[in-house]
């Protein structure tokens, strides 16, 4: 990847408004992105890539749709410290730390050749109003970061929202699959055929946003997937 050359106004910047450590709020330091050493150092991390293809979050899929391999950064539960990053991005309309973000999950996931294989990066799509709304994806915030240190191509368009859905932060496990049945549509195969692609979300609680996108994703013609995504719910 490219080192990004800081102009002048961006140090200015930095002098006036020095960047944060996004959990404990400390100033970083040079050579410290998004989060201080200490609070990387103490980040819930998963270690999922260790084994892609048997974890907590590759088991969630099974029976229910066909995934390669997943990962995830860390371990995400509602009011935590690590909760704080995906607060920034969704809700403090920052996604220029989901990309951060991205890069860093993928600087820890190559090495672990997490990657080898995966020819595309997908993020799950929003509903047009919802992204209006926000004005951006965060799920394609965080593609874009994995796709600035891997190279892979992002493909976003493929699958579409066909529905808004409501929030599924309080609803139960059957509630959130009713909530998303049938909420995707295949909307152009030729772009997914002959690949593996790898679908991106902000979080995943019971897998039922992503499985009802992949059951949209299964229509093309031969076409794997697996899944990456920052936090993973423990159940």
């Not at 020095?18 to 709020?25: A, Q, S």
């Not at 973000?101 to 595309?120: K, V, Y």
């Not at 579409?160 to 932060?169: K, N």
């Amino acid at each position: 990847m490219n080192t990004p050359k800081i102009s002048f106004v961006s140090r200015l910047i930095g002098l006036l408004s020095p960047p944060r450590c996004i959990v404990c709020g400390e100033r970083l330091t040079i050579g410290e992105n998004v989060l201080c050493t200490r609070c990387n150092l103490h980040l819930p991390r998963t270690n999922f890539a260790s084994s892609p293809y048997d974890n907590d979050m590759t088991r969630m899929f099974w029976g229910r749709v066909h995934v390669e391999k997943c990962a995830a950064l860390f371990f995400y539960s509602p009011h935590s410290d690590a909760s704080r990053l995906v607060m920034q991005i969704k809700y403090f309309h920052h996604p220029e730390t989901g990309r951060q973000l991205g890069c860093l999950a993928a600087s820890e996931l190559i090495p672990l050749n997490f990657f080898d294989g995966i020819t595309a990066i997908m993020p799950l799509p929003l509903a047009h109003n919802r992204e209006r709304h926000r004005g951006f994806n965060q799920s394609r915030s965080i593609a874009e970061g994995i796709s600035d240190m891997t190279g892979l191509p992002v493909i976003d368009g493929a699958i579409h929202r066909a529905r808004f859905t409501e929030s599924q932060t309080h609803k139960s496990r059957t509630e959130r699959n009713e909530n998303v049945e049938n909420a995707f549509s295949l909307a152009d195969a030729a772009r997914l055929e002959h690949h593996h692609l790898l679908l991106v979300d902000d979080v995943v609680t019971t897998g039922a946003t992503a499985t009802a996108c992949i059951r949209a994703i299964e229509q093309a013609n031969d076409v794997k997937v697996s899944i990456f995504s920052l936090g993973f719910t423990r159940s």
